[in-house]
């Protein structure tokens, strides 16, 4: 049995399997590849797309989806072996995964962390206790990695870029490609996961990665640099720290913007806050965008317009947020329709 809990777990002739699937359902939205088959969405967290993308997604091919959100609609959930459960939590996770995959077949979970103690949220208790216990596939629907955005990045880049040889691989038209991951100013400390998901994917493409951020202390989980590092080698990109603003975006063919907090003041936010307040000039505006090649800019969304990027870089053509945020949808269907398959 195959989970999705992060992309550097799929293969590339996997991954390029997802995103020409995701093409074909994007021209055609409906089909009939989880007719008579279910997914339950747990969600520990908010959600927009994610929520919408998935339910609807379940509709198009036939499905039906079931949300519960645990300690709201569903009990509170203890995931760690040998606590004695005399708190809040009703019910140990080795029941109700168990007791989930009785019920359907893709179990999806979305879950942050807890932003007190990195070396615990590092662990990602909470997918890994369903993974271990459910007897269908789970699908990471954000947790301290995003692939699912991974994938609707990589699939709306390859839409803009376009295909360089007539029956290449779907992400080939990537690779060599300029690519900036830039760390952005927000009024609070966010979760690394789309910053940890972009880093692998784009390395994963064969891109020339630069990671932008303010200072070392804003470099990513030796985890995720050291998944980069191995996915530049193998595929003859490359992977580059800076802290200096222009020359990074000079010359680069993509711009994805994401905030995050520094992994070394995890769980002290108050001291990392007048730090992180002096960067706020990191912010994507039309005068950085000049420096690149006509490059594209893209974020995940949410994203706090004049904070992390401009209005004009927001709604430039070159903007591709929206093409993005729809591309959820179909890889999401992709990936339930390879699980059930």
């Not at 999705?4 to 074909?24: I, Y």
């Not at 939205?29 to 088959?37: A, C």
Request: charged fraction near 25%; proline fraction near 5%.
């Amino acid at each position: 049995m195959k989970h999705f809990l992060n992309t550097q777990d799929w293969t590339r002739p996997e991954l390029d399997a997802l995103l020409t699937q995701a093409s074909l359902f994007k021209r055609n939205p409906l089909g009939d590849e989880l007719r008579g088959k279910s997914i339950a969405l747990v969600f520990f967290n908010p959600s927009l797309r994610t929520r919408t993308s998935f339910e609807l997604g379940a509709f198009q091919l036939g499905g039906h989806a079931v949300v519960l959100q645990p300690g709201k609609d569903a009990w509170p959930i203890e995931f760690d072996l040998g606590t004695v459960m005399d708190g809040d939590t009703e019910e140990h996770i080795a029941e109700v995964a168990r007791v989930l995959g009785r019920y359907v077949d893709l179990i999806g979970v979305r879950a942050f962390p807890k932003f007190v103690d990195w070396s615990v949220d590092r662990e990602d208790a909470v997918l890994k206790g369903f993974a271990k216990y459910s007897p269908v596939p789970v699908i990471n629907m954000e947790t301290i990695t995003h692939p699912c955005q991974e994938l609707a990045h990589a699939l709306a880049l390859q839409e803009h870029f376009g295909a360089r040889d007539p029956g290449s691989a779907p992400s080939e038209v990537l690779r060599g490609r300029k690519y900036v991951l830039t760390w952005t100013y927000h009024p609070k400390a966010l979760n690394t996961a789309v910053a940890n998901s972009a880093l692998t994917i784009a390395t994963r493409l064969g891109m020339d990665v630069t990671l932008l951020c303010p200072s070392p202390d804003y470099v990513l989980d030796e985890r995720y640099m050291g998944w980069a590092k191995h996915n530049a080698a193998e595929t003859g990109g490359s992977l580059t720290v800076s802290h200096d603003v222009d020359s990074a975006y000079d010359g680069a063919d993509i711009v994805y913007a994401k905030s995050w907090g520094a992994l070394p003041y995890f769980g002290h936010w108050h001291d990392e806050k007048p730090i992180r307040d002096q960067f706020k000039h990191f912010i994507v505006d039309e005068r950085k965008m000049a420096l690149t090649n006509n490059g594209v800019f893209s974020h995940c969304l949410p994203l706090r317009r004049n904070v992390k990027a401009t209005d004009a870089v927001m709604d430039s053509p070159n903007c591709i947020a929206i093409d993005e945020a729809e591309n959820r949808l179909h890889v999401q269907k992709a990936v339930m329709a390879a699980l059930v398959s």
